[in-house]
């Protein structure tokens, strides 16, 4: 036979009233109107074939059914409460495990953890550096700042800022190469590619209306930190994203020699589990991603 269990809800409304022996004052505790605890204690009573509360006046009383099922199911309701507590304050005490790309880490985000820590010294941040997209049912993370176009089934997502990208090359680079008067001059100089963002060339030359030639032996870096690293070097020139080398663009270890810039449809988002959207810990970490975001946009 299958456990007969009464609606949770209207449960919790019953426990509510008869400790304080008041639909009124359950009713602010709950933040309901009165009306809204007297149905629900009429669906629990509809649920059980019993009265539990007698209406006189001036106030309310217990039935001896009501006295009895409180007696019996007040400590165990109380017990789940209590033990949905200490799981949650114990999980708050945990570190927040985040996914995170390794450029983003190293050129926005590492720069700006110390004033989080500062805001809640209690947070302790665990950071994975993976390209590879956030899988909740198979990742051991609690969130992940991810690029791409915002649909992730199963989470909830908010947007930190677009995408973009230009050329940069160090400027030491310029004094003694060619100058640079049109797009396709940019190819008077050696052209870094990061291997995650390859197309990158491709589509700001499209952008112009332009075809980039091919190249026979392309100088391929593996990730976008390295890329951007040769191009601070004098390497050659790296189509760079402004919100991320935003550093290396005021102190000019960095300048655009060429002023177009191409947005892309993608956006960085913080993403989490939904069922994770009211932690405490996650919300304060988006609410300042979020502040420190729009400082960029």
Same mark, same amino acid.
């Given at each position: 036979?299958?456990?007969?269990?009464?609606?949770?809800?209207?449960?919790?409304?019953?426990?509510?009233?008869?400790?304080?022996?008041?639909?009124?004052?359950?009713?602010?505790?709950?933040?309901?109107?009165?009306?809204?605890?007297?149905?629900?204690?009429?669906?629990?009573?509809?649920?059980?074939?019993?009265?539990?509360?007698?209406?006189?006046?001036? $106030?309310?009383?217990?039935? %001896?059914?009501?006295?009895?099922? &409180?007696? /019996?199911? @007040? #400590?165990?309701?109380?017990?789940?409460? +209590?033990?949905?507590?200490?799981?949650?304050?114990?999980?708050?005490?945990?570190?927040?495990?985040?996914?995170?790309?390794?450029?983003?880490?190293?050129?926005?985000?590492?720069?700006?953890?110390?004033?989080?820590?500062?805001?809640?010294?209690?947070?302790?941040?665990?950071?994975?550096?993976?390209?590879?997209?956030?899988?909740?049912?198979?990742?051991?993370v609690d969130a992940a700042i991810q690029l791409g176009?915002?649909?992730?089934?199963?989470?909830?997502?908010?947007?930190?800022? $677009?995408?973009?990208?230009? %050329?940069?090359?160090?400027?030491? &680079?310029? /004094?003694? @190469? #060619?100058?640079?008067?049109?797009?396709? +001059?940019?190819?008077r100089y050696p052209v870094l590619h990061s291997h995650?963002?390859?197309?990158?060339?491709?589509?700001?030359?499209?952008?112009?209306?332009?075809?980039?030639?091919?190249?026979?032996?392309?100088?391929?870096?593996?990730?976008?930190?390295?890329?951007?690293?040769?191009?601070?070097?004098?390497?050659?020139?790296?189509?760079?994203?402004?919100?991320?080398?935003?550093?290396?663009?005021?102190?000019?270890?960095?300048?655009?020699?060429?002023?177009?810039?191409?947005?892309?449809?993608?956006?960085?988002?913080?993403?989490?589990?939904?069922?994770?959207?009211?932690?405490?810990?996650?919300?304060?970490?988006?609410?300042?991603?979020?502040?420190?975001?729009?400082?960029?946009?």
């Open positions: 036979m299958s456990a007969r269990l009464p609606p949770l809800n209207p449960l919790h409304v019953f426990v509510c009233a008869a400790r304080h022996c008041s639909f009124t004052r359950a009713a602010e505790e709950l933040s309901v109107s009165q009306s809204a605890v007297s149905r629900q204690v009429a669906v629990l009573e509809h649920f059980l074939g019993l009265r539990l509360f007698l209406r006189e006046r001036p $106030g309310l009383r217990l039935t %001896p059914d009501g006295v009895q099922y &409180l007696a /019996e199911v @007040g #400590p165990a309701f109380q017990a789940i409460v +209590d033990a949905t507590d200490r799981l949650t304050q114990t999980s708050e005490r945990e570190p927040l495990r985040l996914q995170v790309y390794q450029t983003f880490m190293a050129k926005w985000l590492m720069r700006r953890l110390p004033e989080f820590q500062a805001l809640h010294p209690e947070v302790q941040i665990r950071i994975n550096s993976s390209v590879v997209p956030v899988d909740f049912t198979r990742h051991r176009n915002g649909d992730w089934p199963g989470t909830q997502v908010t947007l930190l800022f $677009g995408d973009s990208f230009e %050329p940069v090359c160090s400027p030491k &680079l310029l /004094e003694t @190469g #060619p100058p640079i008067e049109r797009p396709l +001059d940019l190819l995650y963002r390859r197309r990158d060339w491709d589509h700001w030359f499209a952008s112009l209306g332009l075809v980039i030639p091919k190249e026979e032996q392309p100088t391929i870096f593996p990730s976008s930190l390295l890329t951007y690293q040769a191009a601070v070097d004098g390497l050659g020139i790296a189509m760079g994203q402004p919100t991320m080398l935003k550093t290396e663009l005021d102190n000019r270890s960095l300048v655009c020699p060429y002023p177009h810039s191409v947005k892309r449809d993608l956006a960085y988002y913080f993403v989490i589990p939904e069922a994770m959207g009211n932690r405490r810990r996650l919300r304060n970490f988006r609410n300042w991603l979020v502040k420190e975001a729009g400082k960029d946009r």
